[in-house]
C-alpha cells in the first residue's frame, strides 16, 4: 500500500449500481488520475444521536455522559 489516508465522500446512484465519488480538491491533494485502480475501506457513518441516546425517559443520560460519549465518537471518527 503506497499510501493510506481518510475522505469522506457520498455514495450516489450510477445507473444500476453506486459510486462514491471524490472531491476534486481531495483528488488533486492525493495525485488522482482517471483510470487509476485505487483500495477502498468502507466504513458507514452511523447517526452519532442515535448511539448516544435511545428511547424513552428510562434512557436519559446526563450532560457529562454526553460530552463523555461525544468525546468517544469524535475520536472514532477522525
Known amino acids: 500500500m503506497v499510501g493510506d489516508c481518510v ?7 450510477w445507473g444500476g449500481s453506486v459510486g462514491i465519488l471524490v472531491s476534486r480538491k481531495q483528488a488533486e491533494i492525493l ?6 485502480d ?6 458507514k457513518k452511523e447517526n452519532p ?3 448516544l441516546f435511545g428511547s424513552g ?4 443520560i446526563t450532560r457529562k ?3 463523555e460519549a461525544r468525546k468517544l465518537l469524535e475520536s472514532k471518527w477522525m
Open 7 to 13: 475522505v469522506d465522500a457520498k455514495v450516489h446512484k
Open 49 to 51: 444521536l442515535k448511539e
Open 38 to 43: 485505487v483500495s477502498v475501506e468502507i466504513t
Open 31 to 36: 495525485n488522482l488520475r482517471e483510470g487509476e
Open 57 to 60: 425517559r428510562a434512557n436519559k
Open 65 to 67: 455522559e454526553f460530552l
